[in-house]
């Protein structure tokens, strides 16, 4: 197994990346690249961490659900893991493993709570079984199969119409601090190029570095 593992290796040769065809924005730059991500499997699954009050990091996938100007926005339990160690502290990170384009994106940043009208907005778009699914699961708790299959019965049956926004169920906005674009290249030279937000307040833009591989 280890031998195996250690002779998986891919050559990327894909196109570069060059920090003069990059736009000013990150944001800009991020939908470029994930409209060539169309052609992959979900390539909105973005991975999520997020760290304990005791400093253990800890991730997983998350959709990315809406992208505009303050960042890249998902939903989920605010009392699950993840929005208790949020509402600690709401600095984190987001992973897009774009393997199929040899490309990685890199985001840190402040998870800032999206207001209840986007949320239920949202919330009203998604299927009948995905809202009930939300109201029945106490994600992140201990529980048995059955009783979670019982508070899916019992949500069903308690709301025969429209499934409120269930207390607790909410979204993010990532808001970057940092975003790196990440390109596979030849002889593990790969393009690294890093937008980084330099400056305070009024005075902040965007610094873009290339990073050494
Ligand atoms: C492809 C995929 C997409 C997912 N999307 C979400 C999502 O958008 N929101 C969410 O709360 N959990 C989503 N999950 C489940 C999370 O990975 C995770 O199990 C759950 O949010 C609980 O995480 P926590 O206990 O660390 O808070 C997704 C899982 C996968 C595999």
Redesign the pocket.
Known sequence: MNEHLASLRAEYAAAGLHESGMPADPIEMFRRWFADAGELD?PN?MILATVSAEGQP?S????L?GLDARGFA????QR????LELAANPRCALLFPWHGLQRQVRVEGVAVPLADAEVAAYFAKRPRGAQLGAMASP??QVVSREELDARFVAADAAYPDEVPVPDGWGGYVVEPTLVEFWQGGVNRLHDRVRYRLAGAGEGEEWALERLAP
Request: net charge positive; aromatic share 12%.
């Open positions: 979900e699954a800890s997983r996938i998350v959709l659900k998902f939903y989920t339990n699950s893991r993840k929005g994600q992140s």
